[in-house]
């Protein structure tokens, strides 16, 4: 997936909230594209999930896994994206379901940041939210990599 197409997927779904997670939101926070990615994570706002898709269905995205309430993948037949669902507390938290037996990922409100994709401002979550993420699964080298540069840029400690 190419830098111009996370753009024109992020300008065609405004203006629903998302926020980039996984390897674009790790590019983003470190304002550089680092690596290829095949995919992005997309964070949304579960009652904005109808604006999302009728977006997202008018650039060409269909539907291919749906492992709701935790996550389902929207693909072109080029690029897929990961779209992640979140419920959001008035505090500005959010959770994700981690399961369908009601165990949760929490999202504390100060994890929603920016950053820049060749440079352009872009939602996305921070560094900390991101190492909490990497965890809990063998790591594959490009979660080495960018676990590697938050460490590097942020100073943030990671558990690989």
């Known amino acids: 997936m190419t830098a111009g197409t996370l753009l024109r997927v992020l300008g ?3 203006p629903a909230e998302v926020w980039l997670a996984g ?3 790790v590019d983003a926070l470190l304002g550089r594209q680092t690596r290829d990615h095949r995919d ?3 964070l949304h706002r579960l009652e904005q999930e109808d604006d999302v898709l009728a977006a997202l269905r008018a650039l060409g995205y269909r539907e291919t896994l749906d492992l709701r309430p935790v996550r389902f993948v929207l693909s072109d ?3 897929e994206l990961d779209l992640h ?3 959001f507390a008035p505090d500005g938290s959010a959770v994700q379901a981690a ?3 009601g165990a949760i990922f929490p999202y504390p409100a100060d994890c929603f940041v920016t950053g820049h ?3 352009v401002e872009v939602p996305c979550v921070s560094a900390a939210q991101q190492v909490f993420f990497h965890q ?3 790591p594959r080298p490009h979660d080495l990599a960018d676990m590697r540069a938050l460490r590097e840029a942020f100073g943030v400690e990671t558990h690989f």
């Open 40 to 42: 992005a994570d997309l």
């Open 117 to 119: 994709v060749d440079g």
């Open 12 to 14: 065609a779904v405004a």
């Open 23 to 25: 390897g674009w939101g």
């Open 136 to 138: 809990g699964y063998p």
């Open 77 to 79: 037949g080029a690029t």
């Open 99 to 101: 399961d369908s037996d």
């Open 85 to 87: 669902p979140l419920v």
